[in-house]
């Protein structure tokens, strides 16, 4: 059975950019009207239709500003849709925003009530339940306290039990489980696990791709208001990660690549020099995001305005967070090189990348024999991304190992 169904729906919210805060600013915004558009038309959702059975668990996906909060809004009735039909059969509900549904001034037992009392519940029926929303909640002590004077995770610890004791057809579940601490949220996904089981129908909105991999039996991905892609999660994980790839790709080649005279992260005598190093894969192309297990090779263009006898390379790798992962260089790998002038090229090759998701700084470096020496030094300067790959399935920590396991029970 079809228990939400989102067929042609767009949704236009009307952008005010003058809404003056003091009658100085009414003048100033009067006189500057001709200038501005005090309006804009701004469409969050544009022709979406998609449909949720019941008793699945349905996972909405995309970067902040797509329209997936609007999608849940929309769902709870909390807003209505400028086009297209919209249906929604069963109860709602809903754990959107932090305090949406609360009145302030009233005590958290007073909302409790009060939602109930939307959602059709007797009073009588609100009582047989509210010692399992009180306690699930551990708000025992602040229950009687207005709400207003409630920490953002006292509102979380709230509307969730509330939400979730409703007895909903349909649960709607925003970002806000990333608000309170580890054992409540452990607590959150427990019970949202069993209300799967129970047959509860779960929308879920979140930017934790484990969480929806883990829950959701489908899913859909919401970019400038429209769908991309809907289906299974694999599919539509995919799909969406490969677009935050790319899109980070762009961004990284944007910030642009090597040092500057006279930046602090860059320093030598330059009688020879790095004139362009490139981050490349196995098939010579440029990039700055590779996977778990790809090849990697950095290489180091420079220019010898002089014969530099004996030269030594040498890089180094640090996580963003300044950790030194290693600082490999040709003496330490025993590869000699006799001398360079004029221009070329020298390539660290790393035939399958150890390092596992993160953000990396690359350095290049080209001193004298022994290393006492800066020609040219390159500090940090190049960033690149590691993202987890279909090959290697381990994303916990820095580094992958290639390893095995082994069992030996004793017995004969």
Request: charged share 25%.
């Amino acid at each position: 059975m079809t228990l939400v169904r989102f067929d042609h729906i767009s949704k236009q919210f009307t952008l005010h950019h003058d809404r003056p805060r003091s009658f100085q600013e009414l003048f100033l915004n009067f006189a500057d009207r001709e200038r501005r558009p005090r309006r804009e038309k701004y469409w969050a959702l544009r022709d979406v239709s998609f449909e949720v059975e019941s008793g699945e668990v349905f996972g909405i996906v995309g970067a902040n500003g797509v329209g997936k909060s609007t999608a849940l809004k929309l769902m709870s009735r909390i807003i209505e849709p400028t086009s297209g039909t919209l249906e929604i059969h069963g109860k709602v509900g809903a754990l959107l925003e932090l305090g949406a549904g609360f009145h302030p001034d009233l005590t958290g037992r007073e909302n409790i009530y009060l939602n109930a009392s939307i959602l059709g519940f007797s009073r009588t029926r609100t009582g047989e339940i509210y010692d399992d929303i009180v306690g699930f909640s551990e708000m025992e002590r602040f229950i009687d306290v207005p709400v207003k004077h409630y920490s953002s995770g006292m509102y979380m610890r709230l509307g969730f039990s509330i939400a979730v004791h409703l007895e909903p057809d349909i649960l709607l579940v925003d970002e806000v489980l990333a608000v309170g601490d580890q054992a409540f949220q452990s607590r959150c996904l427990d019970r949202i696990n069993e209300m799967k089981r129970q047959g509860v129908t779960i929308v879920l909105v979140t930017h934790a791709m484990d969480m929806v991999r883990n829950m959701c039996t489908r899913a859909l991905w919401l970019d400038e208001g429209q769908v991309q892609a809907i289906g299974s999660v694999d599919y539509v994980l995919e799909q969406y990660t490969d677009h935050v790839h790319a899109e980070d790709q762009k961004a990284l080649d944007q910030v642009g690549e090597g040092a500057r005279g006279g930046d602090s992260s860059r320093w030598g005598t330059r009688e020879a020099e790095f004139v362009k190093v490139d981050l490349l894969d196995a098939g010579g192309l440029r990039k700055r995001t590779f996977t778990t297990g790809d090849t990697f090779v950095a290489r180091m263009h420079y220019r010898a305005h002089e014969r530099i006898e004996h030269p030594l390379f040498g890089i180094a790798l640090h996580r963003a967070d300044g950790f030194h992962v290693c600082g490999p260089n040709t003496g330490t790998a025993d590869y000699q090189i006799e001398a360079i002038e004029g221009e070329g090229y020298v390539d660290f090759v790393v035939p399958s990348l150890p390092l596992l998701k993160g953000t990396y700084l690359f350095s290049a470096a080209l001193y004298n024999h022994d290393g006492t020496h800066a020609f040219d030094h390159h500090h940090m300067t190049y960033t690149f991304r590691v993202i987890p790959g279909k090959q290697v399935r381990e994303q916990q920590g820095s580094f992958y190992f290639p390893s095995h396991w082994r069992l030996v029970d004793g017995r004969d």
